[in-house]
């Protein structure tokens, strides 16, 4: 799996959008970008994956530069609720047997009033 | 639907001792991992199950073993106690066409003394 680096922290205020950087410059064509969440004291929450094309739901959005050497999620309106560590994970995927995450020490972001 | 959950969610041992963790996938979900998370890192593979086979083992010592049940619930046994086996134990499970949306559980929080 690609290595990824993060900012260790980041501030953002409640209410505007926040803005997570990943950087996986050694990522193969196969790789998906993966973002997970972990609030402290629980487990860590799935968020969004994308290969290649900008993808959103209804937690986030994923931008993926063209060349994939790097990513972005973006967090439209951030509340207290968001503060968390967010990790960025490369994988390959595997539709079948299940898959080993590789957990950085992700980016804490704190939102504040 | 009821989530993944674990149990017990906090153990107190002894050095030496051994400690069985357990866990309960979602309904349907035939794929279960566990991760190690140390206080201040992220969380680190330690085995993954599909179908009741081991399909993953990360590196951990072999005081750590795990299985998987007919039912797909899962335990994890650790013996011999070290002090540095204190840590969040997080089980996770996922459907098998999207192995890497992985959902997980609380945790178990074991503290060895």
């Known amino acids: 799996d690609a290595k990824t680096t993060q900012p260790p922290s980041m501030d953002c205020a409640e209410g505007r959008a926040a803005n997570l950087p990943c950087n996986h410059s050694?990522?193969?064509?196969?790789?998906?970008v993966y973002w997970y969440r972990q609030i402290h004291s629980q487990g860590p929450q799935y968020i969004i994956h994308?290969?290649?094309n900008n993808e959103t739901n209804e937690m986030a959005s994923l931008i993926i530069t063209e060349d994939r050497k790097s990513s972005t999620l973006i967090l439209p309106h951030a509340t207290l609720r968001d503060t968390a560590v967010y990790y960025c994970?490369?994988?390959?995927?595997?539709?079948?047997?299940?898959?080993?995450?590789?957990f950085g020490e992700g980016t804490q972001l704190t939102v504040n009033p | 639907d009821a989530g993944v959950t674990q149990s017990p969610t906090h153990l107190i041992k002894t050095r030496g001792q051994q400690v069985t963790l357990r866990c309960s996938p979602i309904?349907?979900?035939?794929?279960v991992s566990w991760y190690q998370q140390v206080l201040g890192q992220g969380p680190q593979f330690i085995f993954q199950?599909?179908?009741?086979?081991?399909?993953g083992r990360g590196n951990f010592p072999d005081r750590f073993s795990a299985r998987q049940f007919p039912n797909y619930s899962s335990e994890l046994n650790v013996n011999a106690l070290l002090l540095g086996d204190s840590a969040l134990y997080l089980c996770?499970?996922?459907?098998?066409?999207?192995?890497?949306?992985?959902?997980f559980g609380p945790g178990t929080r074991l503290t060895v003394l």
């Open positions: 996770a499970s996922s459907p098998w066409d999207r192995a890497n949306e992985q959902f």
């Open positions: 050694t990522i193969s064509g196969n790789e998906y």
């Open positions: 994308g290969l290649k």
């Open positions: 994970i490369v994988r390959v995927a595997r539709e079948t047997s299940g898959s080993r995450l590789t």
């Open positions: 309904s349907g979900h035939k794929s």
């Open positions: 199950y599909y179908e009741k086979e081991e399909r």
